[in-house]
């Protein structure tokens, strides 16, 4: 079993900026990838930024340029950046690790408000 913990959320004026943090339990030699997921109110969870375990980076389209997904090896973390925040990003966001095998494992998610 694999546990995940967000942090960094929060309320933030439209074209603000928060950084996303995640610490992992285990370190990354099992994942086949990690990154983050969100789901707003209503809507489906959806991908919104994956690194793969050879650093190769993946965007939803709605993000690209705004967002910025990383990790620390070393200290099992996973972050994400988010720049130029609108209202349409509020959301909870899911730290998310697939391993190897194929199994997803996501945290409790952590609240992102973006007012207008």
């Known amino acids: 079993q694999v546990q995940l913990v967000e942090s960094g959320g929060g309320l933030v004026q439209d074209g603000g900026s928060l950084r996303l943090s995640c610490v992992v339990s285990?370190?990354?030699?099992?994942?086949?990838?990690m990154g983050w997921d969100r789901q707003a109110p209503g809507k489906q969870r959806e991908l919104v930024a994956e690194?793969?375990?050879?650093?190769?980076?993946s965007y939803a389209d709605s993000v690209k340029g705004r967002f910025t997904v990383s990790r620390d090896n070393a200290k099992n973390m996973v972050y994400l950046q988010t720049n130029t925040l609108k209202p349409e990003d509020t959301a909870v966001y899911y730290c998310?690790?697939?391993?190897?095998?194929?199994?997803?494992?996501w945290g409790q998610g952590t609240q992102v408000t973006v007012s207008s």
């Open positions: 690194i793969t375990r050879s650093g190769v980076t």
């Open positions: 285990k370190n990354f030699i099992g994942f086949a990838a």
């Open positions: 998310k690790v697939r391993t190897i095998s194929g199994t997803n494992y």
